[in-house]
């Protein structure tokens, strides 16, 4: 019989990418995480992982292995939940805008419902100003935005860039043609602005408030946009400053939540959110036109995040 310990293990490293992490996620030392992958091969008679430089890659079995561990584990999880009356089982909803939902959406689903999987979530991606009024409204427990909307937690903080196609010169284009989110958008003023700040013509191309329609535009060569590097895509590249282009100010994202959020189940996923977002801090003022850093300067008037941990 497999051990659900060490399935734990297992699926943990190939989560995380390193045994240390690994070690954390399962609240164990990194000598115990080995030894688990140690037995668990021992008692398969194949090995699970091969070196792959620093790191470690799954074997054909391991491959095979981690689709029948996150089974076992899903239905250990769910047994426990239905037999001993402690689980959560109720509803939660929450909001995040498209530019971010390809990068953390999937990760803090799958560590929700792992934990929880009771539990129902309904996940709504829509423009950040929608998402704030629809929580304000009591439509949603919670949103993951940008602080461009009010009372946001701010979890992470990233610079944004000039992107355009990774072969494309459209970048010197001027009129420089432009695919950006709608009208409202904080890193589409944060665009315009500079670009307008230093004197460089530019062209509305395209507008859409989703990122999975303004990627293929960009990646097609024939406009320029805006993204922090957690929103890249294959096929897209960072402008870098020798282009010419103005430096643009750093995008901090957050969650905020309705008032009347009490339930365990939205206070439970909004610790998920917490864990998977982080706060990756920036490394402070760029030298921006005057316009630009009196709309989005550093230092910032709105609350910085709370712990983790906090209430």
């Not at 909803?93 to 999937?106: A, I, N, Q, T, V």
């Not at 009372?151 to 990233?158: F, G, K, N, P, Q």
């Not at 001027?174 to 670009?195: D, K, Q």
Request: aromatic share 4%; proline share 7%; glycine share 8%.
């Amino acid at each position: 019989m497999l051990d659900t310990d060490q399935l734990r293990s297992f699926a943990a490293i190939v989560d995380t990418g390193s045994f240390t992490k690994a070690a954390e996620r399962v609240n164990k030392t990194q000598s115990a995480v080995s030894m688990h992958i140690k037995r668990l091969e021992e008692q398969l008679g194949r090995p699970l992982f091969a070196k792959q430089g620093r790191g470690v890659r799954l074997t054909e079995d391991g491959e095979k292995l981690i689709d029948y561990a996150r089974q076992i584990l899903q239905i250990e999880a769910a047994a426990f939940a239905s037999v001993s009356r402690k689980a959560l089982a109720g509803r939660v909803r929450f909001g995040m805008p498209d530019d971010y939902s390809e990068s953390f959406l999937p990760e803090i689903v799958t560590r929700f419902t792992r934990r929880h999987p009771l539990v129902e979530i309904t996940v709504v991606c829509d423009g950040g100003r929608v998402l704030a009024e629809r929580v304000a409204a009591g439509e949603l427990d919670m949103a993951v935005v940008s602080d461009s909307q009010p009372d946001v937690e701010i979890l992470r903080e990233e610079r944004l860039y000039w992107v355009s196609a990774a072969n494309s010169r459209i970048h010197e284009a001027r009129p420089l043609p432009l695919a950006l989110s709608s009208p409202g958008c904080c890193w589409r003023r944060a665009a315009t602005i500079s670009l307008d700040e230093v004197g460089i013509p530019w062209r509305a191309l395209m507008a859409s408030a989703n990122v999975s329609a303004i990627a293929p535009v960009v990646q097609s060569g024939i406009a320029v946009t805006v993204l922090p590097p957690s929103a890249m895509r294959a096929g897209l590249r960072i402008i870098g400053e020798e282009a010419g282009l103005p430096p643009l100010p750093f995008d901090r994202m957050g969650i905020i939540e309705g008032k009347d959020m009490r339930s365990a189940e939205a206070r439970a996923l909004a610790e998920e959110i917490r864990a998977c977002l982080g706060r990756a801090e920036g490394t402070g003022p760029v030298d921006m036109p005057p316009a630009l850093k009196m709309e989005f300067g550093v230092p910032h008037s709105r609350p910085r995040a709370r712990p983790a941990n906090a209430a």
